[in-house]
């Protein structure tokens, strides 16, 4: 169902659209202003403008998809450095890295879902690194995850609160209106094909607005761990690990 939300919740846009042509043609009785033909150019320039968009947020929403296996890949690997070098340890020391590790998967996942900030996972990744200064090896491997891990966080941090080119937006609303503007205003030789042809063309628009603002950032959940929008990366990699690795889930 999740894939037809946003085509869903576009319908009303659309449904105005039509509404404003009707009552433009019927009601009001506002004689065209150009013919349909006369819009291809517009038409034509507002594609070309929401391909540009869509291949420049499609870049990091590739790029995002990689992030949650980055993220649990360094996470087991901590946690793998831990169990190889069991022996260095006492119970207690153990117990207490296997608990540190547990509660930087526990504020890793919260911080994607939206329940605090990052800064948590930062201080438990300190924590951890503070905790293995008995072993220089064990010390060296898992610094090296750690730092994976904080450069996945950051970047992702980077891709969830940046907004792509701002002057691209701007320049796709203004295209988007200008082209709708035009269709409600616009002569068709047949009723029928100008409620079909502004309908659909209305659709397709006002649709990929809304996809390449909710591509712009895949990592919209929300606290309860639902999805704000309709194209989220999905953070199975993530759930998946801390399943294998027997560490509580929120």
Known sequence: MIKWKLMLTTLPFVIVILLCTFIRAEILHIPPLLEFSDTAPIITATALVIGFML????????????LPGELACALQAIDDCIHADVSLFSEADFATLK?????????????????????????????????TEASVVFKNNVLKSIDTLR???????????????????ALLEVFVTITLSLLVFANFKNPI????VVGAISL???????????LDNPFDYNQDGSC???????????TEAQKRLGYPQE
């Not at 291949?55 to 990689?66: C, L, P, R, V």
């Not at 450069?151 to 937006?169: K, P």
């Open 193 to 196: 094909a100008q409620y079909l």
């Open 55 to 66: 291949a420049g947020i499609m870049a990091d929403y590739k790029e995002g998809e990689k």
């Open 99 to 131: 608990q540190l590790n547990a509660k930087l998967y526990a504020a890793v996942m919260s911080w994607l879902f939206n329940r605090e900030t990052a800064e948590k996972s930062y201080a438990l990744m300190r924590e951890m690194i503070v905790a």
């Open 228 to 238: 704000s929008g309709a194209a989220e990366v999905d953070y199975f990699p993530l």
């Open 151 to 169: 450069r996945n966080i950051t970047r992702l941090d980077v891709i969830r609160r940046t907004d792509f080119i701002q002057t691209g937006y």
């Open 204 to 214: 397709v628009y006002v649709y990929m607005i809304r996809l390449i603002r909710d």
